[in-house]
């Protein structure tokens, strides 16, 4: 095929320098950019060569408007500092990969000013669709109306929102503070504390009260001083524990691991120690705490999971807007190793001999 003659060689060519190239009309290169099947076959190889000699790439931007799509999904975050989300934004991003779509991540520090001029950006740019971990405040009036107007499908994750959409991916939060607090319980503690999430979200309600239900099956007091509300960073989990653990529990449930890295900060200073003054176990687990001393017991929840499936529905409702709002909750899994005091609890319950109700475990 001769080179084409092009005025300018070094602007990008474009579908009309194809055309030219491949001696054929621009709708047939459409054709074939696009990949529809009524272009032959000898045809097609034609422009496809043209299109690999003039390094051609069509025009993102003019095909999604045509398209009434972006192929872009949006992404806000209330802490990207927080070990939790990179992996749940991988699990996103694959899955939107995966179904040829880009990712566009926002972070609003769990505050409403910065998630609302987030949600005003991603919707500026037309993305396809927006997946949001909520704040604990309500939208604005005037940010209510935009979603409205726009019609810009939301999937949430980690927390409800049922004045924005049915649609979410969450973990099943109750469960996992529910056996957190009966594995402390197992453990021998009978005196044992929360150092809970922000009740204004859904899931430190599900966390409160999972270990209110806990204690109450195992027939434990639940004392409102042993209960503490953090706000799922270090700072609260380290004010929180001077102040818990000034009151003697003996098992502390911590509602995330950020809280429990200032909580064993707090601990630390007061020369308190896991798990022979205290057993504890945490929200979430990471491969690097097996370097932790005491090991922490965790209930893990499946972070990449959370990511991944969102992007899936949140697909799901792109094409389908009208269908029926769908919750999908995932299960935590409960991982014991030292910091809950088991271990001591046996070790002692053998030197005394049997004690019932207490089963040893693997």
Known sequence: MANPRRSN????????????AAR????????VVNKKSHVGKKLRERVEAAINELHYRPNLLARSLAKQRTNTIG?????IANPFFPTVVRGAEDAAQKHGYNLLLCNSDDILEKEESALELLLSKRVDGILLTKTAQDFTP????????????????????????????????????????????R????????????????????????FR??????????????????DYRIESGYRGGHSLLSRRPDGVYVANYLMTVGFLKAADEM?????????????????WLALFRPRLTTVELPKYQVGFEAVELLLEKIVAPRRQGVVRMLMP???????????LHMEKSRSEGPVSGVNSES
């Open 213 to 230: 239900d806990a204690l109450e099956v195992k027939g434990l007091a639940y004392d409102p001083e042993l209960v503490m509300e953090g």
């Open 333 to 343: 899994e409960l991982r014991v190793r030292d910091s809950c005091g088991f271990r």
């Open 142 to 185: 005037s940010m209510r109306r935009m979603i409205a107007e726009v019609n810009t499908p939301f999937v949430l994750l980690m927390r409800t929102y049922p004045k924005l959409t049915k649609d979410a991916v969450i973990t099943d939060d109750y469960k996992g503070a529910y056996e957190a607090v009966c594995q402390l319980a």
């Open 271 to 287: 020369g308190v120690r896991c798990p022979e003054d205290f057993g504890l176990v945490s929200f979430d687990d990471y491969p």
């Open 75 to 79: 992404m806000v975050v209330p802490d």
């Open 187 to 210: 453990a021998g503690h009978r005196r044992i504390g929360l150092m809970g999430g922000p009740l204004k979200v859904s899931n430190g309600k599900a966390r409160w009260q999972g």
């Open 24 to 31: 054929v009309s621009v709708f047939t290169v459409s054709a």
């Open 9 to 20: 060689p070094n602007k990008a060519a474009s579908i009309y320098d194809v055309a030219q």
